[in-house]
């Protein structure tokens, strides 16, 4: 089985900046890609953005220039780095994973991490 665990959420102040991780627990043989989506109270959940085991990266609209997504394949890693938030980025932000293989489950599958709860405050 796969877990995906995110970290890195907390209260940050208008203008500051976040880094959330995601780890890609279990006995993985590849990922294709890796995605962020966020979903704020009483919104649908959104992409944020996602990149490709060649580490291309692609963002939504309202978060390109400030937040920039890596990944570190080695390590089953997706960070998110987020700058100059504004309040409106407050959310839970949530981890995909698509294409994973393992060794128990040869064929590909997609997972979603729990989540982690972003607040910037005013």
């Known amino acids: 089985q796969v877990q995906l665990v995110e970290s890195g959420g907390g209260l940050v102040q208008a203008g500051g900046s976040l880094r959330l991780s995601c780890v890609a627990w279990?006995?993985?043989?590849?990922?294709?890609?890796m995605a962020w989506h966020r979903q704020a109270p009483g919104k649908q959940r959104e992409l944020v953005g996602g990149i490709t085991g060649s580490g291309s990266a692609n963002y939504a609209d309202h978060v390109k220039v400030r937040f920039t997504i890596s990944r570190d394949n080695a390590k089953n890693t997706v960070y998110l780095q987020m700058n100059s938030q504004k309040p409106e980025d407050t959310a839970g932000y949530y981890c995909?994973?698509?294409?994973?293989?393992?060794?128990?489950?040869?064929?590909?599958?997609?997972?979603w991490g729990k989540g982690t709860l972003v607040t910037v405050s005013s």
């Open positions: 279990g006995i993985i043989v590849s990922i294709i890609a």
């Open positions: 995909y994973a698509d294409g994973v293989v393992t060794t128990t489950t040869p064929w590909p599958s997609d997972y």
